[in-house]
Each structure stands twice: as structure tokens, then as C-alpha cells.
Nanobody, 122 residues
Framework: VQLQASGGGLVQAGGSLRLSCVVSGGTFSLNTMGWFRQAPGKEREFVTAISWSDSTYYADSVKGRFTISRDNAKNTVYLQMNSLKPEDTAVYYC?????????????????WGQGTLVTVSS
């Protein structure tokens, strides 16, 4: 199983980016998929997750600014990030959970992408 994340880059505060993550080597239409991020010197933290039924769960820090979506036909999950802030700067990772319910627990995600860097300048 491979997850390929893309779409990161440098953006000014207040700007937007859209991340994509393509999953290959398996079918995970029933699994929850999520995005996490890790800033320099900090632990990996939960950002958002989406279930097979398109239910969603957001960290408080991104609620109202970020939107997760998925296209099972394309084995792809997206993260639309609006109103970006300098504190959103991090490497963003997509992941596939072993469960079908929404979860923010790192240990419940079995497969991880390589990460894509998002840098927000002030």
C-alpha cells in the first residue's frame, strides 16, 4: 500500500492550498482516512478525518478553515485549507485507519504517506 501526498508549498497568511493524497495497492473505501501534521520540534498532531460515509471530524485549531473530502472512485482524499496562518506551517501526512469510525488516534492509522510541506509566511 502506498499513499502519495501532494499540493504543499509556500503561501502567504490568509491564502489557500489544496492537498491531495492518492492511495494505491489496496481498496480502503470503508476505512476512515485522515490528515495529520508535524511542525518542527513538535509531535505529530491530528488535523482531520473522514469516514466511509463522509462524516468528518476536525481539530479545533482548523475547524471552519479546513475541509476534508474523499473520492473513493479515485482512491483519493483531499484537504482544502483556507485562511492559512503561520502556525499551520508543518509537514502534512495523509493516513488510512484500520477502523471505520472517525478517530484522531495516531496508533489507529496503519498506512501513511511521505508527507508534503506546507509553509505559511506572515
Amino acid at each position: 500500500v502506498q499513499l502519495q501526498a501532494s499540493g504543499g508549498g509556500l503561501v502567504q497568511a490568509g491564502g489557500s492550498l489544496r492537498l491531495s493524497c492518492v492511495v494505491s495497492g489496496g481498496t480502503f473505501s470503508l476505512n476512515t482516512m485522515g490528515w495529520f501534521r508535524q511542525a518542527p520540534g513538535k509531535e505529530r498532531e491530528f488535523v482531520t478525518a473522514i469516514s466511509w460515509s463522509d462524516s468528518t471530524y476536525y481539530a479545533d485549531s482548523v475547524k471552519g478553515r479546513f475541509t476534508i473530502s474523499r473520492d473513493n472512485a479515485k482512491n483519493t482524499v483531499y484537504l482544502q485549507m483556507n485562511s492559512l496562518k503561520p502556525e499551520d506551517t508543518a509537514v502534512y501526512y495523509c493516513a488510512v485507519a484500520r477502523v471505520t469510525r472517525l478517530t484522531n488516534r495516531v496508533y489507529e492509522y496503519d498506512y501513511w504517506g511521505q508527507g508534503t510541506l506546507v509553509t505559511v509566511s506572515s
